[in-house]
């Protein structure tokens, strides 16, 4: 089997951005490659075009392309024709794309297409209840129809997305998203700095950081050892302009709780392990996710993770069981929970080793490989 995996970001010295989507196609893609797939990876919008070859995987990173008139379109051609030689010479069997911008409108193949719906801008702008764009919403809608095959990292992702482009719900496979538990190692979760809360995303208003930021005002003047520590990239600010919303954060942020918050800004991704063991919670009151990597991640380290409530943590989280679902704008809900685990280091190990046991049932890459390897054979035997 030959898969080709058509993405803008990926975790990769020589490819310029990663995220939450980059993380979970490598995660995937190491697992086809160890159980014998072969994998192409197609990665547009760079500075430079590159082939290369590394552990097992073959990449083909894509310079962006400027034109004097209609770049959205020629570009996708110029890419169309790019991997569609490489289908051909390669023997590449199937295409996965995200939805996230349409980059597939307009584009066609002589082998199956799959959108898997790492979140479109569609998606985001109606659960933040914000206007889109229509030229955003037309290329995502034309990708999506033009695709033969749907996969959705949680229930609710698929449901939405289906309803909001207007295709059959029962077309969606849902396939969460893995992880490789070897590479996620507590050995002393009862060992962790005392009231050190983490939040690891972008800052960005749809994350909910400043909700996190008046519950952190409230649990210092409760709690005044705690800390509260962000990792992430900086801003721009949707609602206000701003070019920074750690600065609008800031501004927020009570003198006492200013002293003890930190932002480490984006750092390596092994890093992000080391601080998230350190944490005593971590705290991602998202209002926009398809699923949300950082929080599988933190409960396979043993952390307590208080979330979101709303439908797609559903998938991750039994709350109060293996972590808490609380209503992002029900800050004296998350600061009565965090004062309470703070308190109750018992209870917070429990929870821990909690989301570790819901992380190897449902979320372990091993797993869910196959799931992704028989849903790909669905296709190629049609």
Known sequence: MHIGFITPEYPHPEVQKAAGMGTSIRNLVHALVAKGVQVTLFVYGQQESKVFQEEGVSFHLIAHKKYTALGWFYYRKYLQRYIENEVKQQAIQLLEA??????????????????????SDTYFCYLEKRPQKWKNRFFEKRA??????YIAPTTFAGLKSAQLFGIPPQKVTTLHYG???????NSNPDTFEPFRILNVGTLIRKKGVFQLVEMFNRI???QPKATLYFIGGDSKDIQTGSHSTWKLLQAR???????????????PYEEVQKEMVKA????????????????IESMALQKAVLNTNYGWAEDLIDDGVNGFLIDPNNIDGYVQTVL???????????????????????????????QNIKYYQKWLSE
Do not use: N
Request: proline residues 4%.
């Open 98 to 119: 995200p939805d996230w911008t349409g980059i597939t409108a307009f584009m066609k193949f002589s082998v199956p297409l799959i959108i898997r719906f790492h979140g």
């Open 144 to 149: 999506v129809l033009g695709a033969q095959g």
């Open 179 to 185: 992880l490789d538990l070897s590479l996620f190692q």
């Open 220 to 222: 210092v003047a409760k």
């Open 253 to 267: 942020l009570s003198p006492q709780a200013k002293l003890q918050t930190t932002y480490l800004g984006k750092i």
């Open 280 to 295: 005593h919670l971590c705290i991602y009151p998202s209002m926009a996710e398809t699923l949300g990597m950082v929080t």
């Open 340 to 370: 309470e685990l703070f308190e109750d280091s018992k209870k917070t190990l429990s929870i821990g080793k909690a989301a570790k046991l819901k992380v190897e049932t449902t979320f372990v890459v091993e797993k869910i490989v196959h």
